[in-house]
Antibody, heavy 112, light 113 residues
Framework: QVQLKESGPGLVQPSQTLSLTCTVSGFSLTSNSVHWVRQPPGKGLEWMGGIWGDGSTDYNSALKSRLSISRDTSKSQVFLKMNSLQTDDTAIYFC??????WGQGTLVTVSS | DIVMTQSPSSLAVSAGETVTINCKSSQSLLYSGNQKNYLAWYQQKPGQSPKLLIYWASTRQSGVPDRFIGSGSGTDFTLTISSVQAEDLAIYYCQQYYDTPYTFGAGTKLELK
């Protein structure tokens, strides 16, 4: 069955870079897109960006200068890197595919 | 970017009532090539990931109860929940996937009256 699981550091210092991994199973990354969505505590959902089956990427224009999404198909992993983190980047970060399948999310807190 | 405007932001209901949540997009989500509206509805309960309810504006995801009905076309969409159950208390989001960035509405919180 389709599964996605996010992993990464729970705490990041301001101005540092966030690196998250989404490990997937039950589907092929070369045939499906994977997207990153985040949700600040108590707030709504924000689509951050995605990587398509052909490896091309799209980003939220508000984050584009700081964000990079990549993948390793041999390991069934998708990566998110975002630099220059600030406190308002504190959020639960989800990876999702086909809209119907979501990881459990990982809370990232930006604090010194 | 396509802006998604949801209303109301919150709704207090009693069990058994019918509720309507509205979602308006700043541009049409209807693709003329296939006559499909690129609009989805999600339900999110506290501490959980979003759950897909409706896609293509009106197609119910497998396993979703038929009391959840999506309708609308172009720029105006509605999620109707008939005979609300206690388990339906959650936040509901619309999302357009017509064009990147795939924007969400701000959410509608369904609460118990």
């Amino acid at each position: 069955q389709v599964q996605l699981k996010e992993s990464g550091p729970g705490l990041v210092q301001p101005s540092q870079t966030l690196s998250l991994t989404c490990t997937v199973s039950g589907f092929s990354l070369t045939s499906n897109s994977v997207h990153w969505v985040r949700q600040p505590p108590g707030k709504g959902l924000e689509w951050m960006g995605g990587i398509w089956g052909d490896g091309s990427t799209d980003y939220n224009s508000a984050l584009k200068s700081r964000l990079s999404i990549s993948r390793d198909t041999s390991k069934s992993q998708v990566f998110l890197k975002m630099n220059s983190l600030q406190t308002d980047d504190t959020a639960i970060y989800f990876c999702t595919t086909r809209s119907a399948y979501w990881g459990q999310g990982t809370l990232v807190t930006v604090s010194s | 970017d396509i802006v998604m405007t949801q209303s109301p932001s919150s709704l207090a209901v009693s069990a058994g009532e019918t509720v309507t949540i509205n979602c308006k997009s700043s541009q049409s989500l209807l693709y003329s090539g296939n006559q499909k509206n690129y609009l989805a509805w999600y339900q999110q309960k506290p501490g959980q990931s979003p759950k897909l309810l409706i896609y293509w504006a009106s197609t119910r995801q497998s396993g979703v109860p038929d009391r959840f009905i999506g309708s609308g076309s172009g720029t105006d969409f509605t999620l109707t929940i008939s005979s609300v159950q206690a388990e339906d208390l959650a936040i509901y989001y619309c999302q357009q996937y017509y064009d990147t960035p795939y924007t969400f509405g701000a959410g509608t919180k369904l609460e118990l009256k």
